[in-house]
C-alpha cells in the first residue's frame, strides 16, 4: 500500500504595497517597478514578518527598507498610522492597503 502524503499549505492573502519615490530618494534605493505592487503574504503574516521575508527572499529593496524601518520609515495601513511597536504584531489581511513614508519632522 502506497502512503501518501498531504503537503501542508499556507492560505495567501493579497496585499497593496505604495512605496513614494521621495521615499526612496531619501534612502537612496531604487523604486520598484511603478511604486505601486501587490504581493501575496501567508495569512497571519505581520507587517515586521512580510518585510523581513521580502528581505531575505528579494534582498536589495527590501533589506534597505528592513533596516530602516524602525529608524527612518513610516508605515501607514489602510489610511491609519501603524505604532512602530506593533509592526511586529500587526497582522495582514487580504485587500490591506500598506504605504510606507520616511520618517519626517516639522518645526
Request: hydrophobic fraction near 45%; aromatic fraction near 4%.
Amino acid at each position: 500500500m502506497r502512503r501518501e502524503t498531504q503537503e501542508k499549505r499556507t492560505a495567501m492573502v493579497t496585499v497593496k504595497l505604495k512605496v513614494t519615490r521621495w521615499m526612496c530618494q531619501n534612502l537612496n534605493i531604487v523604486l520598484p517597478d511603478s511604486g505601486d505592487m501587490c504581493v501575496s503574504v501567508p495569512e497571519g503574516e505581520s507587517i515586521l514578518g512580510m518585510v523581513g521575508r521580502l528581505a531575505v527572499e528579494k534582498g536589495g529593496f527590501w533589506k534597505t527598507i528592513l533596516e530602516e524601518i524602525g529608524a527612518s520609515i513610516v508605515v501607514v495601513l489602510n489610511g491609519s498610522l501603524v505604532n512602530p511597536h506593533d509592526r511586529a504584531e500587526v497582522v495582514l489581511r487580504d485587500g490591506d492597503e500598506l504605504l510606507f513614508l520616511p520618517m519626517f519632522d516639522g518645526g
